[in-house]
């Protein structure tokens, strides 16, 4: 009861001319020999086997045929290996309501052919995960992935060789409804920045002011940094896409967990950030103080067509950690705008948006260390 | 009777590295120490198992199965804790057909007794902060209490476990129960799941989680008089609780552990009247700083519920005054505890007058600008016999406004674009009035309108 066999190859003398109704199948049932999974395309999973056919000199018929397996008819191909000179393959037919096909093959002698079928196998695929423990001061990862392969194919594979779209192949046997999980990248000391985020275009109003939501904290968005590079010990490949794990050596020879994320695919040199949680110590409250339209400009009949208004917005931030830390904070400014005057530098990302990047001392006896934010600007020719 | 959950069962390797031809069983390792690592802000658990293995030279084969539980497979991960040069960890199975169960293949190039740590992510542990808060009868202290409160659903019995805590919000993308509903560990390609042969395994783990709670509660009884004390340090964004010793909270228990009793904490005894927020009553605030000046700032505070009592009399016979639920308080926050509606401390605003003035006119002669102007009268009365501070929050509908503020107004601020603060000291059974005038500029006028 060694597993089920589903994908079948059967090689078919070819003695009557024309193909009855009722098919006549068997000749010889070829082993299959070496089998690859190719899972180096996310898509899809391709499937390369080797199998000995025994052709006779003459036109072969050989029977592909498969059950409870999805196989994209179209994707099927066979190379021949051992004599491409001597062995064609002439034409492939596909019999009526049947999951299979006939190869027709000349061969100018009897040959015991390896041949080489691939084909697209569904259902069977790989995930990538990551896990990484922080050291306790947050600078550097203790980084493993994991790849895990699904095979809900309907097919055993009791040895095959799988390859990813880099690093060496690997042997390994999958089952129909196993699935597998191989440690594969292993970099123990990748350097980490954490990042907090105030992003106006993710508080809603009604968040700006923390003190006035009842029931909940608003917190700060906390990611881990992470960039794909030599200096980071990686860099040799991009990163796929997946699920992250992190946690935090917590210094007492144990971890605790800090939080998960999904990564999309990070290219070689390029950065990825991880949301792991929020942070509850660092408080934003920002308010807008003034808003008055000026500069109007006025038709015939004295209605406003045109105006300017004068903004003043503060943003106070108050860092109740003992530890410092780095807010970057995004504004945002709709439509034509220039400002008048600005407490704290900041960078134009693009026409509507600013970042600010605030350094915060960690907090003192004193209490929580705390900024204030002022920008006063104007949005132009409203209309 | 007790039943193990957790099973882990050392294979012998046989001739094929496949779970079909069953495994012969060598060693059936117990758990040495457990640690559990609580969650408040997500049903998540993270618990760390420290189990000892014999190992042979060459291939060995470890299974570990966890049925009736509520344990993450995606989430096992095993570490040798000596030897770890030595030891490699080369895959982690889940065998088809098969549910509830993971196979280590792992290879050792030493032959001994081996430490090692299993790690997991399970959900059914929660906890919970509560407050309890005595004032003083001149309610100018209060005696804070905190307790948490750990419960286990989780189907698994957590015996002598060094049970943590973690305060902080924590980002998931799935939830760790239904992680560990599925099917397959981590899903399945296949758009609709094949059937299994599931339903016979229901109805035998049903059975057996009866009979274990059965036999549980004796072992339990003895332990929730212990009084131990919580240690807190700060880690990332979170904080770290760990309960002094083990506990022991079997499955359907919990327990409620102290984790500070604070007394003379002093506290303000404040009160709003925001129509904006509350209507027009008064609410009643008890605030106080989560600092040292407060006999607390240690830490933060977890968010959760507090009720509030007052102490009467020498005998400590109690009055009720309220509840309240409050959010995490980190170091240094000021904290209002919101007790709601009272009664006893007024509010009273009053329109005294309101008038047009300054019209203008467009070319048609139709009305294009105007002011109005309010008086308003504000008695606040506090008929309590403790002083009080009461703030009195003013919000106007447009951002084109002018104030001028008469009489004992105490501390006047700008709170944002369209709203005003007053804050007020009043002494006991005492009232106080003071009288605003607000112009509000209307249409053109708004043009002539100076920040």
Redesign the interface.
Known sequence: ???KKSIFVVTVLALLAVPALARIKLVALPERAATVIRLDNPNATLIEEERVLTLQKGLNKVDFSWKAVSIDEDSIRLTVLDHPDQVNLLNVSYPPNEAALVWEISSSGDYAETVRISYLL????R?V?Y?AV?D?E?TKLDLRSYL?L?N?SGEDFDKARVLLDYGEAFEQ?I?????????FLKAPEVPVTKVWTWDVRRVPRQHW?P??V????V?I??SYRIVNNKESKLGEFALWGG?A?L??D???D?????????TAMVPVGEKTEL???????I?VTQ???????IN?RKN???KIVLYDT?EILTAKIEN???KPAVLTMIQQIPGQWDMEDCNMEYKRKDAYTLEFEISLPA?T?D??ASKELTMHYHRRNVR | MKRKMLFIALCAFTAAPSVRGKVDLVTLPSRERVQITIYNSADLTLVREARPLTLKEGNNSLQFSWENTLIDPTSLEMLPKAHADAIHIAELTYPPRVRNLGLWNITSEVAEKVPVEITYLTSGLTWRAFYMGTLTSDEKHMRLQGYVRVTNNSGEDYENAQTRLIVGKVHLLDEIAALARRQYPYGSPVPVPRSVSGPVVMEKMAEVTWSRRAGVELAAAGEMADKKEIIKEGLSEYFLYTIEGTETIPTGWSKRLPSFDTDEIPVINLYKYDENRFGTVVVRYLSFKNDEEHELGETPIPGGNLKVYRNLDPQQHLSYIGQSSFKYIPVDEDVELNLGAVSDVVVEPKLMDAKTENYRFDRRNNISGWDDVQTWTMEVRNTRDIPVKIEIYRTFGTSYWKITNKGVFGEFSKEDLFSVKYTILLPPFSKQAFEYTVRFYQGTRQEDWKP
């Open positions: 009861m060694n597993g569904r259902n069977i695929d995930l995960t896990k922080a306790k947050e895990i699904r809900f046997g089952d129909h409804e196993e699935t597998k999980q191989l440690l002011d003190s006035k009842e029931g909940e904290n917190g968005p906390v699920k794990r946690f935090q917590d210094g007492h144990s971890t605790i967990f800090l939080g998960e994320d999904n949301y792991i949680g929020d942070s509850r110590d408080v308010k807008q103080m003034r808003d008055q339209q109007l015939n009949e004295g004068d109740f950690k003992d907090r006896a209490g929580p």
